[in-house]
């Protein structure tokens, strides 16, 4: 049974709504055509999506199921769109992904050394937020991602790990464990009147506790600088902190590995080609677990208070 792009759109649109009149002011259209299609939906798949009541509308088992699969489906079809239009461009280009902040000396690295190489594709750095990398891989928008195990979603897409490091509590500067040379994950997890900020999991949702719900990096950087949140994070992200902030190394938070992922059906030459060079600058980046590199003097350092 084929279905169409169209239908799909309709249905994700009253899933993320449940409500047909916001899904149709969303989608540009009157609410009785939409809720037709609806019904046409169901009867050629032969199952309900929906649960209408007087209450409102609630998804079924099977309308949670296409919700995934639509989802992936309309993602799979932007991404043959734009990466056949950048197939078919007169540059040889590509677009790597990465969570702005993170990463930041590798990264450089890595482009620094790409573009030594004369034949090399032109390298495009789309910046993102916590978390928006793997989108941006399945959508088409990005080809390749800098991304972070444990914390990012990996899932479809082939890897090869980069570094790996330790992670730091970021705190105000004025906050007494500021002063500490270390801490552990016990520590910062009971902080009184100082939170962790909740990132949002893999489904978007963000788990239970007092801190406050953070998604970017400026709305968390001056929530730390006004004394209202603290968080983990790797060492290496640390590159957009404010000098409101200290960072006191975790010395039990898990280790967290930096790699560079592209998606697994991929055959791009160019994305190949920056893979290679991101794996031969692998043996130049130590395991900083909780130190960081000193450039200037070619040591480990510990890092800036």
Same mark, same amino acid.
Do not use: K, N
């Given at each position: 049974m084929d279905l169409e792009? =169209?239908?799909?759109?309709?249905?994700?649109?009253?899933?993320?709504?449940?409500?047909?009149?916001?899904?149709?002011?969303r989608l540009g259209m009157a609410q009785p055509p939409l809720s037709r299609?609806? =019904?046409?939906?169901?009867r050629r798949l032969g199952v309900q999506l929906f649960d209408r009541d007087r209450r409102g509308v609630a998804l079924t088992a099977a309308g949670r199921?296409?919700?995934?699969?639509?989802?992936?489906?309309?993602?799979?079809?932007?991404?043959?769109?734009?990466?056949?239009?950048?197939?078919?461009a007169s540059t040889n280009s590509l677009v790597l992904v990465t969570k702005a902040g993170a990463s930041h000396d590798l990264l450089r690295r890595l482009l620094d050394t790409h573009a030594a190489d004369p034949d090399a594709a032109s390298v495009e750095i789309l910046l993102c937020e916590v978390g928006e990398?793997?989108?941006?891989?399945?959508?088409?928008?990005?080809?390749?991602?800098?991304?972070?195990?444990?914390? /990012?979603?990996?899932?479809?897409?082939?890897?090869?790990?980069?570094?790996?490091?330790?992670?730091v509590a970021?705190?105000?500067?004025?906050?007494?464990?500021?002063?500490?040379?270390?801490?552990?994950?016990?520590?910062?997890?009971h902080v009184p009147g100082l939170p962790i900020a909740r990132w949002p999991r893999l489904d978007g949702t963000y788990p239970e506790g007092p801190g406050p719900e953070v998604r970017t990096q400026s709305k968390l950087a001056q929530l730390v600088a006004l004394g209202r949140t603290l968080?983990?994070?790797?060492?290496?992200?640390?590159?957009?902190?404010?000098?409101?902030?200290?960072?006191?190394?975790?010395?039990?938070?898990? /280790?967290?590995?930096?790699?560079?992922?592209?998606?697994?059906?991929?055959?791009?030459?160019?994305?190949?080609?920056?893979?290679?060079?991101?794996?031969?600058?692998?043996?130049?980046?130590?395991?900083?677990?909780?130190?960081?590199?000193? /450039?200037?003097?070619?040591?480990?350092?510990?890092?800036?208070r």
């Open positions: 792009t =169209r239908e799909l759109r309709y249905f994700l649109a009253v899933a993320e709504e449940l409500h047909f009149g916001r899904a149709a002011e299609a609806i =019904r046409q939906l169901e199921v296409l919700v995934r699969e639509a989802g992936s489906a309309l993602d799979a079809v932007a991404a043959a769109a734009r990466r056949t239009q950048r197939a078919g990398q793997a989108g941006a891989l399945r959508d088409g928008r990005a080809d390749v991602a800098i991304m972070h195990r444990p914390y /990012d979603d990996l899932a479809g897409f082939d890897t090869e790990d980069l570094h790996v490091e330790g992670q970021i705190l105000p500067a004025t906050h007494p464990l500021a002063a500490r040379e270390e801490l552990t994950l016990a520590e910062v997890s968080l983990v994070i790797p060492a290496s992200s640390r590159a957009w902190q404010w000098p409101e902030h200290v960072a006191v190394p975790v010395v039990d938070a898990p /280790d967290v590995t930096t790699v560079i992922a592209w998606p697994s059906h991929s055959r791009s030459r160019a994305v190949a080609a920056l893979v290679r060079t991101a794996a031969d600058l692998r043996a130049l980046t130590e395991v900083v677990t909780p130190m960081q590199r000193d /450039d200037a003097a070619g040591e480990v350092a510990p890092l800036d």
